[in-house]
């Protein structure tokens, strides 16, 4: 962290990536006018529209038209959210920025704790923590504190904090580092997590959300998991090696058993139903690790093929100065000053 920060003296950009959000813009910065007005003077807003189809992106400009601290960047279609998040991070400027919603389901004054936080010099990060899920559904509840233990067995170089999203404040420094990350499956949590080096949590209780609809659904959610797997342990490849020698192993004690009880017994006539339930269980082993490695090598192809992360139509309000481009050219931009 920036030592030399004055209480008084530092800018916070505020990242909010939207899709289809129009009802939820205005009430969006009346909030954060009203809740943050003793700060509002240091914060700059950070839209990122990612290919809406309803009038998000006329709302967002209606609304830098009154205020000069509220920028668009606006992607040329849909890319999710985690692009949106790396698309916010590469063009802010503040000494610090913050990841939130629109939906006002990460509460703004919040923030006024974050930064008091972040300006003591001791935290690099400083996210919220979801002491109350109660007003999420039983099932969500439960496949995201599983999700949360899961990754961390298998993942011990990278730990994730139970019950946090992606609502946090992070410093220069750490935007810095993200910048360095090029991979194109992006899990912003786990690259967010990898690359703090001080952090501190700040519990919060997370009301419901009061306009708009959610644009996550459980396959979403599945296929978000598994990503956020597979970019940080190998772990579910190298277990099929385990899983094939304890199959082997008693594979090996059965063939024992059926000599045994030949030279003993005589032959057995051998039985429709167990030869049918072998032959199962070992092919639904091959498909299931197959299916592991094929996630993997997809993965691969698709970092090979070096597409950018987004793609911009535009940018609007205060950054507007800045040539929209993609991720990829700023990422081999900064590699070229490096080596030279």
């Not at 006018?33 to 709302?59: A, C, M, P, Q, Y």
């Amino acid at each position: 962290m920036n030592n030399n920060l004055k209480n008084s003296n530092y800018s916070l950009s505020l990242i909010v990536p939207v899709y289809n959000e129009e009802v939820a813009i205005e009430p969006f910065i009346n909030e954060i006018n009203n809740k943050l007005s003793s700060i509002r003077s240091h914060i700059d807003i950070v839209f990122i529209n990612d290919g809406s189809k309803d009038k998000t992106k006329s709302e967002i400009e209606a609304q830098i038209a009154k205020d000069d601290s509220i920028s668009l960047i606006n992607f040329a279609r849909n890319f999710g959210k985690e692009a949106a998040m790396t698309a916010g991070l590469n063009y802010v400027k503040g000494d610090a920025a913050v990841i939130l919603d629109v939906d006002l389901q990460d509460p703004p004054e919040l923030i006024l704790e974050f930064v008091r936080l972040w300006q003591t010099g001791e935290y690099d990060t400083v996210y919220g923590v979801r002491v109350d899920r109660s007003k999420d559904t039983f099932l969500k509840r439960v496949t995201a504190g599983g999700f949360y233990r899961f990754f961390n067995f298998l993942s011990a170089e990278t730990i994730l904090p139970e019950n946090v999203g992606d609502f946090r404040l992070i410093d220069r420094c750490v935007i810095e580092a993200v910048k360095q990350l090029p991979e194109r499956n992006r899990f912003m949590k786990g690259l967010l997590a990898w690359s703090s080096f001080r952090s501190i949590g700040v519990d919060f209780q997370r009301p419901e959300r009061n306009v708009g609809d959610t644009k996550f659904n459980y396959w979403k959610l599945w296929n978000f998991a598994m990503d956020g797997i597979t970019s940080f342990t190998a772990w579910p490849l190298r277990v099929w090696g385990f899983v094939g020698f304890g199959i082997s192993f008693l594979s090996f004690i059965f063939l024992m058993y059926v000599l045994i009880s030949t030279v003993f017994f005589g032959v057995h006539t051998p039985g429709y139903a167990s030869t049918i339930s072998v032959v199962l269980f070992l092919g639904g082993i091959q498909l299931i690790s197959l299916g592991v490695i094929g996630g993997y090598i997809s993965r691969i192809y698709t970092e090979l093929k070096q597409r950018p992360i987004y793609l911009v139509e535009g940018v609007y309000g205060k950054y507007s100065v800045k040539q929209p481009k993609s991720v990829v050219a700023e990422t081999n931009k900064e590699l070229e000053t490096t080596n030279e």
